[in-house]
């Protein structure tokens, strides 16, 4: 089955770690995005990859980093220069950047302690 | 930039019909998209309009005016486990990539 699988489901933090969420998708999907979900708020684009090796900032890029070395992953650092960093992160794709509709992982819960 | 207004919260009963409107404003755009999302689950989409008009697929439909820069998800024959958040999205476009941005979600209580 294809499917985009992102682990783990929940994820612990000392504060001034940095933590690594992983992303995988076997969709064959070109693009790849990062979304961080605040409770009461919509999805905010922390970072998109377009194509392997390519990736670009999104609304709230400050503290996170990224890299797509292979298509089917997109793995996100959470650094300790992110001030916030308890949320519940989303990883999602799309057969290319121009098309519509995104497929979503289940999400990892970060908390900071 | 982009921004997108949604009602946060909307409620209605078994069987009903209700609709979820939102508002955008985008420098450059390329559609309307809806997803929904249950309680601590991933998103999943629901439809896309690009033109102007009503595209329906079963219970949901969606509607779309670029004229007036505003859509709207129906829901007809409410089930309870129609109960979850409905976020609406557009895509921009800025520099030869594909932004999307989503709402702030509006959350659906079906009541019995």
């Known amino acids: 089955d294809g499917g985009i699988t992102q682990s783990p489901k929940y994820l612990f933090r000392k504060e001034g770690q940095n933590v690594t969420l992983s992303c995988e998708q076997n969709?064959?999907?070109?693009?790849m995005y990062w979304y961080r979900q605040d409770p009461g708020q919509g999805l905010r684009l922390i970072y998109y990859s377009q194509i392997v090796n390519d990736f670009q900032k999104g609304d709230i890029a400050e503290g996170y980093s990224v890299s797509r070395e292979k298509k089917e992953s997109f793995p996100l650092t959470v650094t300790s220069a992110q001030k916030n960093p308890t949320a519940f992160y989303l990883c999602?794709?799309?057969?290319?950047?121009?098309?519509?509709?995104?497929?979503f992982g289940p999400g990892t819960r970060l908390t900071v302690l | 930039g982009q921004s997108l207004e949604q009602p946060s919260e909307v409620t209605a009963v078994e069987g009903a019909i209700v609709q979820i409107n939102c508002t955008y404003q985008?420098?450059?755009?390329?559609?309307l998209s809806w997803y929904q999302q249950h309680d601590g689950g991933a998103p999943t989409f629901l439809s896309y309009?690009?033109?102007?008009g009503l595209e329906e697929t079963g219970r949901f439909s969606s509607f779309l005016s670029r004229s007036d820069s505003y859509g709207y998800l129906l829901l007809q024959e409410l089930q309870m486990k129609d109960s979850a958040s409905y976020f609406c999205a557009v895509r921009d476009i800025s520099g030869g990539s594909y932004i999307p941005t989503f709402g702030r979600g509006t959350s659906l209580i079906v009541h019995p």
């Open positions: 985008t420098s450059g755009f390329y559609g």
């Open positions: 999602a794709s799309s057969q290319a950047d121009s098309y519509n509709e995104q497929f």
């Open positions: 309009n690009a033109l102007d």
């Open positions: 969709l064959n999907h070109d693009a």
